[in-house]
């Protein structure tokens, strides 16, 4: 049987240090979300953000704008962010409206306040494995579960599925970062089955229901599942059949209660590392 590598109990333990860590500033640290229009899912992610910097002991300020906001009003409130001293990190809601390309946008986030760390700048520094001011909250969350529960990574063959900028393309990076031989597969990848028997670790990141099943496994495997689906009935399902599964692995994480309460968790701390770089604070 599995064990569950529990991410809500993870996140709770950095979001607690964070709270003591908040407490000795002389001043809160500063988290913006930009929020364009009314996706009812992205409605949920920001709600919950804001519940949680509250709990900390953050500043939460939402900047939630109309369906129709043109690109210069969007580029505009961006830049009022920038400029503000009193707003240390900066985060844009995605998905955009769909009039609006988050490439123009993206970079034009002041990298020592892209709490994301999606600007090209940040993604540069994590290619060439050169501090970024800030690491993608998913990838990082991931790697972060990984440790806490002792997994080794290096020499491990890592076995991505997903190549998008969010979680994909950064956590193969930090994988190769920690010396993982990274295999990266997506939809355009043939004889999927052959190559995620061969991996140490399976990393799920495609967003389609229970795709993985136990014939598709290594025995032993460490599965991550990053992908989250509203079934029929309501359930929230990954990308694994975990049932399906579970006596198969070494070490798996729910859905919910696995990547996605330590995306927030790094949000979280992301801020406050965004917070003490600006403060100049070792």
Known sequence: ??????????AKKITDELKLKVQNLDKKPSLAVIMAGNNPASEVYVKNKEKKALEIGFNSIIKKTDENITKEELLKIIKELNEDD????ILLQLPL???LNEKDFL???DPKKDVDGFCSYNLGKLLKNDSPYAIPCTPKGIIRLLDEYNIDIESKIALVIGRSNIVGKP???LLLNRNSTVIMTHTKTKNLENLTKTADILIC???????IKKEMIKENAVIIDVGITRDNDGKLKGDVDFNDVKEKTSYITPVPGGIGPMTIAMLMENTYELYKIQKGIK
Not at 1 to 10: C, E, H, P, R, S
Not at 205 to 211: L, Q, R, Y
């Open 1 to 10: 049987m599995a064990i569950i590598l529990d991410g809500k109990q993870t």
């Open 97 to 99: 409206p769909k009039h």
């Open 205 to 211: 990141a495609a967003g389609k229901k229970e795709m």
């Open 171 to 173: 956590v193969s990076i």
């Open 86 to 89: 009193n707003i240390n990190a």
């Open 107 to 109: 970079d034009k986030i």
